[in-house]
């Protein structure tokens, strides 16, 4: 490899490095912005409370779920035993299309009612439901069953949704459809869903996380900690929705983060998010890439296509990459529309793509462990952190580089953080929460 693109290499590297002593900074400016979003104090932490806790693992019932916010929307019928059996879940998955998530909320909203009577039709399912409704976006909740859209994020832009009660909208669309036999009982985000998913069988469940398209965390939190008592809420525990993907203090960031930044729907805001988020991931690396190749380093100043353009390298080109052996790289390369690669290219871009990732997966990494941290400072017990998502499940080397900034931020004490694959979790916690609901209101 030339000694120019070599040095680019350990720059990049030295840039994109973070390491405890940076994470620990950034965990003690996470805690402080919980602090202050807890309060109801300006923060980059929303906190949102979600009145919802963990479940017994009691909750029985036969219960639909929504779950809305990544590309694919599903519609669940989950048969909860309540006695520690696997529960039966049937489901069908929706694509939604730009002019779902991109026009106006009438539409998005139609386009899931229709889905949810195809899906009735579809199972003969007749006689009246009860559903839990996960929606992954900030959420402001003022009870179980009602919240406000508070901003989208992740590129979603229908109009007429932000400031308006999701639970509502999609009831009137549901209303508009004639689908009579459901019942809207409860409203939660994805990360709450996936951690009840975990939690309703494994007790040391406290944090959920979703590393996907987006990120998040939520966790269990005391309600004496909250600073307003949420209203009609009487359990002493309550899940709080961080909504860490916007958390912006002492981010390793980067001049492409800010470039990325700048040409996003939401500038300004999200910063965590577009550094770790799989919708951002492969735009970074692309970034990176496109500056050399006009810097004449890569490529021999040759502008291979979805390097050179805005949002055509994807994540999924970087997991691709990092999942092939080095040697096959420039194959892997040409597979992916980049074709004519000479080995030092192909492994520049490939390392480019790693450093990325291990950047983000450190960062997702200090975000848990300032979560575990305010619920267990000395990390005196075990906690499982339910996890969801493609970047977790899928990207090459996420996990471990993960796992190696926790080791260097507790040492022996690392593995009493346990991340934990939730798949699908957060349909499923939806009809564990509704099912909670459904029995609270009967008692
Ligand atoms: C949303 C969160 C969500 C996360 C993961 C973020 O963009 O704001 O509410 O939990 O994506 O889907």
């Given at each position: 490899?030339?000694?120019?693109?070599?040095?680019?290499?350990?720059?990049?590297?030295?840039?994109?490095?973070?390491?405890?002593?940076?994470?620990?900074?950034?965990?003690?400016?996470?805690?402080?912005?919980?602090?202050?979003?807890?309060?109801?104090?300006?923060?980059?932490?929303?906190?949102?409370p979600?009145?919802?806790?963990?479940?017994?693992?009691?909750?029985?019932?036969?219960?639909?779920?929504?779950?809305?916010g990544?590309?694919?929307?599903?519609?669940?019928?989950?048969?909860?035993?309540?006695?520690?059996?696997?529960?039966?879940?049937?489901?069908?998955?929706?694509?939604?299309?730009?002019?779902?998530?991109?026009?106006?909320?009438?539409e998005?909203?139609?386009?899931?009612?229709?889905?949810?009577?195809?899906?009735?039709?579809?199972?003969?399912?007749?006689?009246?439901?009860?559903?839990?409704?996960?929606f992954?976006?900030?959420?402001?909740?003022?009870?179980?069953?009602?919240?406000?859209?508070?901003?989208?994020?992740?590129?979603?832009?229908?109009?007429?949704?932000?400031?308006?009660?999701?639970?509502?909208?999609?009831?009137?669309?549901?209303?508009?459809?004639?689908?009579?036999?459901?019942?809207?009982?409860?409203?939660?985000?994805?990360?709450t869903?996936?951690?009840?998913?975990?939690?309703?069988?494994d007790?040391?469940?406290?944090?959920?996380?979703?590393?996907?398209?987006?990120?998040?965390?939520?966790y269990?939190?005391?309600?004496?900690?909250?600073?307003?008592?949420?209203?009609?809420y009487?359990?002493?525990?309550?899940?709080?929705?961080?909504?860490?993907?916007?958390?912006?203090?002492?981010?390793?960031?980067?001049?492409?983060?800010?470039?990325?930044?700048?040409c996003?729907?939401?500038?300004?805001?999200?910063?965590?998010?577009?550094?770790?988020?799989?919708?951002?991931?492969?735009?970074?690396?692309?970034?990176?890439?496109?500056?050399?190749?006009?810097?004449?380093?890569?490529?021999?100043?040759?502008?291979?296509?979805?390097l050179?353009?805005?949002?055509?390298?994807?994540?999924?080109?970087?997991?691709?990459?990092?999942?092939?052996?080095?040697?096959?790289?420039?194959?892997?390369?040409?597979?992916?529309?980049?074709?004519?690669?000479?080995?030092?290219?192909?492994?520049?871009?490939r390392?480019?793509?790693?450093?990325?990732?291990?950047?983000?997966?450190?960062?997702?990494?200090?975000v848990?462990?300032?979560?575990?941290?305010?619920?267990?400072?000395?990390?005196?017990?075990?906690?499982?952190?339910?996890?969801?998502?493609?970047?977790?499940?899928?990207?090459?080397?996420?996990?471990?580089?993960?796992?190696?900034?926790?080791?260097?931020?507790?040492?022996?004490?690392?593995?009493?953080?346990?991340?934990?694959?939730?798949?699908?979790?957060?349909?499923?916690?939806?009809?564990?929460?509704?099912?909670?609901?459904?029995a609270?209101?009967?008692?």
């Amino acid at each position: 490899m030339e000694s120019a693109l070599q040095n680019a290499l350990a720059s990049l590297s030295g840039q994109l490095d973070f390491q405890a002593p940076e994470m620990r900074s950034m965990i003690a400016a996470f805690h402080e912005q919980m602090e202050r979003g807890l309060r109801g104090e300006p923060s980059s932490l929303k906190m949102l409370p979600t009145f919802t806790d963990n479940p017994s693992g009691r909750e029985k019932g036969d219960i639909l779920a929504l779950d809305l916010g990544g590309t694919n929307f599903r519609v669940l019928r989950v048969r909860l035993t309540g006695d520690g059996r696997e529960p039966g879940i049937t489901g069908g998955k929706f694509k939604l299309a730009t002019e779902h998530v991109a026009r106006t909320g009438e539409e998005l909203f139609g386009a899931i009612a229709r889905f949810i009577r195809q899906f009735m039709e579809a199972q003969g399912l007749r006689g009246t439901y009860p559903l839990g409704f996960t929606f992954s976006f900030p959420i402001r909740q003022q009870a179980l069953r009602r919240g406000e859209l508070i901003v989208w994020t992740k590129g979603w832009t229908a109009s007429g949704v932000e400031g308006r009660d999701v639970v509502a909208l999609l009831e009137l669309a549901l209303e508009k459809q004639g689908v009579a036999g459901v019942r809207v009982v409860s409203l939660n985000n994805d990360t709450t869903g996936t951690q009840v998913a975990r939690a309703y069988f494994d007790p040391a469940c406290d944090a959920g996380c979703i590393l996907g398209t987006g990120t998040n965390v939520c966790y269990r939190e005391s309600v004496s900690r909250l600073g307003e008592a949420p209203l009609g809420y009487n359990r002493e525990a309550m899940i709080i929705n961080m909504e860490s993907g916007n958390f912006n203090q002492k981010l390793p960031r980067h001049r492409h983060d800010a470039a990325l930044d700048a040409c996003s729907e939401n500038p300004g805001a999200q910063w965590e998010e577009k550094m770790v988020g799989g919708r951002y991931l492969g735009e970074l690396v692309r970034l990176a890439a496109a500056d050399w190749i006009g810097r004449g380093l890569l490529f021999g100043g040759r502008r291979p296509g979805p390097l050179s353009e805005r949002d055509l390298w994807s994540s999924e080109a970087v997991s691709a990459l990092l999942a092939a052996p080095p040697d096959e790289a420039p194959a892997r390369l040409a597979g992916l529309g980049v074709p004519g690669a000479g080995p030092d290219d192909a492994a520049a871009v490939r390392e480019i793509g790693r450093l990325f990732v291990r950047r983000a997966a450190r960062i997702a990494a200090a975000v848990l462990s300032a979560t575990m941290t305010r619920i267990d400072p000395g990390l005196e017990r075990a906690h499982t952190v339910a996890v969801d998502g493609s970047l977790f499940e899928k990207m090459p080397g996420f996990r471990a580089f993960m796992a190696e900034a926790f080791s260097g931020l507790f040492g022996v004490r690392a593995d009493r953080i346990a991340p934990v694959l939730t798949h699908d979790g957060s349909g499923l916690g939806a009809a564990i929460i509704a099912a909670a609901a459904e029995a609270e209101n009967i008692a």
